[in-house]
């Protein structure tokens, strides 16, 4: 268990690990971030900020002796560098890393444990994705193999003809068949350090181009029929990895049960309604998991509950988003409003 005053390293600089490093100097800890990239929303509000490449041994090693815990903000450290930390600091460890950061792996996993992905097929090289296309069906998705995230990396195939042309990439790809599906929710459980595991419910997820727009409770009927066999298998994953923190799942529900999409190994942008939207939200809880501190109650606390991403330049527009009083607004501190850019969100509880 950690002690107030310690400090938990955090590998990545967006808006997830500002938020995590919010929930930690609530709990009294200080956060110490590490990133590539210059510019960091998260060291904005940490107490120190490492800006080295992620294969900088020395650097990574520097850091690691700084720290009393280290945890990561998204999935796509690269593992093989982690070996500068010592694994008995890192939480929640490579594993989940390794498997969540190739689509194939994750997959194959999840069918290991019980699990049911959309049917798919490994696609290596550039002559193989029409056998991939006959053999799974159209209409389909393309989908890097490695580092695709928000929609990014993909293709979608409606005819074998839509094939034609397209460059795998040296890493692979996974061609996926499209699920007929109600809708898209996700799991999301905090695990502790004593194999203690609490669930949030689950919302209806509402994408557009790739990108979450909207998460609501409450979810529809199909959700609610469905999602004690999603939490059966997100439990069982997590069991599997001896995973500590929050670990998130996706589901689509269909006419046929709940098909896994993709995990995240880390606290998520569908559970952002949590932070007004549950007596603990999932950033808190995963600091508490990370400390090895008792976990939080994650009961909702209103039965109606809407969190909306703000994306783009209209999310600066703070005037407007305060003109509502409802409206609970997390600007994540980015100064470029990019299109298609997630620069906030904005939470409304009951």
Not at 179 to 192: K, N
Not at 262 to 282: F, I, K, L, Y
Request: charged share 20%; proline share 5%.
């Amino acid at each position: 268990m950690l002690a107030p005053g310690s400090t938990i390293g955090i590998l990545g600089g967006g808006q997830l690990g500002r938020m995590l490093a919010m929930s930690a100097a609530q709990l009294g800890f200080r956060c110490h971030i590490y990133a590539p990239e210059t510019d960091s929303v998260a060291a904005d509000v940490s107490a120190h900020f490492t800006n080295a490449s992620w294969h900088d041994r020395d650097a990574l090693t520097a850091f690691a002796a700084s720290c009393d815990a280290v945890t990561y903000e998204f999935e796509n450290v690269p593992v093989d560098p982690l070996a500068a930390i010592p694994t008995d600091l890192l939480v929640p460890g490579t594993r989940a890393l390794e498997i969540a950061q190739d689509r194939v792996s994750e997959k194959r996993f999840i069918e290991e444990h019980g699990g049911r992905p959309a049917p798919f097929a490994l696609v290596d090289q550039d002559d193989e994705l029409p056998a991939a296309v006959e053999r799974v069906g159209t209409p389909g998705i393309l989908k890097t193999r490695r580092d695709g995230y928000d929609g990014k990396g993909q293709w979608r195939i409606d005819s074998a003809g839509d094939a034609q042309g397209i460059r795998v990439p040296l890493s692979g790809c996974v061609y996926e068949r499209m699920v007929q599906f109600e809708c898209e929710f996700s799991v999301i459980l905090v695990r502790g350090r004593d194999g203690a595991v609490r669930f949030w419910d689950s919302t209806r997820n509402v994408h557009e181009g790739g990108i979450l727009v909207r998460s609501e409770l409450p979810a529809p009927g199909i959700v609610g029929e469905q999602v004690a066999e999603a939490r059966k298998l997100a439990g069982k994953v997590a069991e599997a990895l001896g995973y500590v923190g929050v670990l998130t799942s996706e589901f689509f529900a269909t006419n046929d049960g709940p098909v896994f999409n993709e995990m995240a190994p880390r606290v998520h942008n569908s559970g952002h309604w949590t932070m007004e939207g549950a007596v603990t939200g999932q950033f808190e809880n995963h600091i508490r998991a990370v400390a090895g501190l008792p976990l939080g109650d994650t009961a909702s606390v209103s039965d109606t509950i809407t969190m909306l991403n703000l994306i783009g330049p209209p999310a600066m527009q703070l005037r407007s988003h305060l003109a509502d009083p409802a409206n609970h607004l997390h600007l994540y501190g980015k100064a470029e409003a990019r299109d298609g850019r997630k620069l906030g969100h904005i939470t409304r509880v009951g």
